[in-house]
């Protein structure tokens, strides 16, 4: 122990503290949780200082080419089917015209759903 006018801070409990909010430079864990000192102690998300220097970004929204094209296709096929049951009949099976109007206009309505994904996804 020391003198009265003695400054050492041996016997300071309060020494062994980390001021409030304050991290450490050497990583230890300041709060004896068993955890480095860091992003990942506690904080959800980048730090005030972190996020000084961001930039605001805008997430680019795309259309989903498979959804268009299968549309296209369906509406296609639902053309054909239209198309072959109104009409009147001719030399040809009415189940082999449909199959091969089917498979035109569904190769047609893909190309079109298709370009359409196109024409969105530019705008």
């Known amino acids: ?52 220097g961001a930039v605001r970004a805008r997430r680019r929204s795309a259309p989903r080419y498979r959804v268009f094209i299968g549309i296209g296709v369906l509406v296609g096929v639902f053309a054909a089917f239209l198309v072959t049951t109104t009409a009147e009949g001719g ?12 498979l035109l206009l569904a190769l047609v309505g893909g190309l079109l759903g298709g ?8 705008r």
């Open 1 to 52: 122990m020391g003198s009265v006018g003695d400054v050492s801070s041996a016997g300071d409990p309060t020494n062994d503290r980390e001021p409030s909010g304050g991290s450490r430079s050497d990583g230890a864990d300041p709060v004896g949780t068993g955890e480095p000192a860091g992003p990942t102690s506690g904080r959800d998300g980048p730090s005030p200082e972190q996020l000084a």
């Open 91 to 102: 030399e040809f099976e009415a189940g082999s015209v449909l199959g091969y109007t089917a």
């Open 115 to 122: 370009g359409v994904a196109v024409l969105l996804d530019r």
